[in-house]
T-cell receptor, first 114, second 111 residues
């Protein structure tokens, strides 16, 4: 059973389009995250949700809008895609919003904007 | 703010060589420390963790000790294998704050 799953795994689209990435976790965790990993493997936190509520919103363009319909799902919608949005996007979850718990990562979605 | 510094890669070793990847951190409060590994084309997996000073995390032959006096959490393995080739991330978290990841260190092990 996959703990944290993401769809799609690959996404190729043109500039200006709108796309969504879905994430689901079956671990019963309260907290979920979106990260962006660039071509140099650098990881940047984008959003954190705890019990469906947004708790951290880093400096991300407002073209990116997360949505958490329930504790097990955190989707990412991106409007007006730009070339610089090309990256691998990872969803992650953790049991609670406290320090000693590790995060569990999904397999990633590789987004390519042409 | 919190930060993590890792040695720059890539690191290239021969099979059965000794591995050290340095990690130092800056944090307010008492962080938990983690090492994650990312194999090609995959997501990050927790390799080991330590939640308080002098704790040693270990897994799959890898070890790291939480050194508060030197604010370090260096990753070591006595004998690397080709299958250990991956990108390794040091990370920390403190209560109520996001995880902070280091920039990652790419390890290549040659047969």
């Amino acid at each position: 059973d996959t703990a944290v799953s993401q769809t799609p795994k690959y996404l190729v689209t043109q500039m200006g389009n709108d796309k969504s990435i879905k994430c689901e976790q079956n671990l019963g965790h309260d907290t979920m995250y979106w990260y962006k990993q660039d071509s140099k493997k650098f990881l940047k936190i984008m959003f954190s949700y705890n019990n469906k509520e947004l708790i951290i919103n880093e400096t991300v363009p407002n073209r990116f809008s997360p949505k958490s319909p329930d504790k097990a799902h955190l989707n990412l919608h991106i409007n007006s895609l730009e070339l610089g949005d090309s990256a691998v996007y990872f969803c992650a979850s953790s049991p609670e919003w406290v320090s000693s718990y590790e995060q569990y990562f999904g397999p990633g979605t590789r987004l390519t904007v042409t | 703010g919190n930060s993590v510094t890792q040695m720059e890669g890539p690191v290239t070793l021969s099979e059965e060589a000794f591995l050290t990847i340095n990690c130092t951190y800056t944090a307010t409060g008492y962080p938990s420390l983690f090492w994650y590994v990312q194999y090609p084309g995959e997501g990050l997996q927790l390799l080991l963790k330590a939640t308080k000073a002098d704790d040693k995390g270990s897994n799959k032959g890898f070890e790291a000790t939480y050194r508060k006096e030197t604010t370090s959490f260096h990753l070591e393995k006595g004998s690397v294998q080709v299958s250990d080739s991956a990108v390794y991330f040091c990370a920390l978290s403190t209560y109520g704050q996001n995880f902070v990841f280091g920039p990652g260190t790419r390890l290549s092990v040659l047969p």
